[in-house]
T-cell receptor
């Protein structure tokens, strides 16, 4: 079992829809959770971090964490074509582990 | 302010040669990380430096890989006797404090191609 698992996609949503990206992790001691966005050929950039169970909202982005289920998700509301990228989930216990990423395509 | 910089941006080398990749972290950041990303894959952790502590080398794939961080700032990742499977983008990141809860800022990466 991989330490951090994501559906590789591609996930395709129409412009204006909600995109839902999911991530599960294996280390129950994980304390910090991050979502990075990576455009093709570019380096990852942080878009959200979450440390406590529940929801955290930042603009069109909402991160959701459920430690009991070892699950973290990212919702993107009113998806735009510029949101098309690969989204990497990262989980931090004693060290940082990244998922393989989910490729999102938002179609105009 | 200036972000994380890496050099070279691209490196093409022949199998068996040694290569050195450089990373300049954000000024004042005490933690520095190296990752490797193969085409279409996630990030593979390689090594982590935190201040003056001994580095966490647990991610280095073989003894051909080594890294140094001089003066708590610039880091060099060295790959000896390169192999074709070493071809990847090597990303460096830095963070203000340490591993557990800190945001990592990534450099643009070095694309290594081993022929």
């Amino acid at each position: 079992q991989k330490e951090v698992e994501q559906n590789s996609g591609p996930l395709s949503v129409p412009e204006g829809a909600i995109a839902s990206l999911n991530c599960t992790y294996s280390d129950r001691g994980s304390q910090s959770f991050f979502w990075y966005r990576q455009y093709s050929g570019k380096s990852p950039e942080l878009i959200m971090s979450i440390y406590s169970n529940g929801d955290k909202e930042d603009g069109r982005f909402t991160a959701q964490l459920n430690k009991a289920s070892q699950y973290v998700s990212l919702l993107i509301r009113d998806s735009q074509p510029s949101d098309s990228a690969t989204y990497l989930c990262a989980v931090n216990a004693n060290d940082m582990r990244f998922g393989a990423g989910t490729r999102l395509t938002v179609k105009p | 302010g200036a972000g994380v910089s890496q050099s070279p941006s691209n490196k093409v080398t022949e199998k068996g040669k040694d290569v050195e990749l450089r990373c300049d972290p954000i000024s004042g950041h005490t933690a520095l990380y190296w990752y490797r990303q193969s085409l279409g894959q996630g990030l593979e952790f390689l090594i982590y430096f935190q201040g003056n502590s001994a580095p966490d080398k647990s991610g280095l794939p073989s003894d051909r890989f080594s890294a140094e961080r001089t003066g708590g700032s610039v880091s060099t990742l060295t790959i000896q006797r390169t192999q074709q499977e070493d071809s990847a983008v090597y990303l460096c990141a830095s963070s203000l404090a340490g591993f557990r809860s800190d945001t990592q800022y990534f450099g643009p990466g070095t694309r290594l191609t081993v022929l």
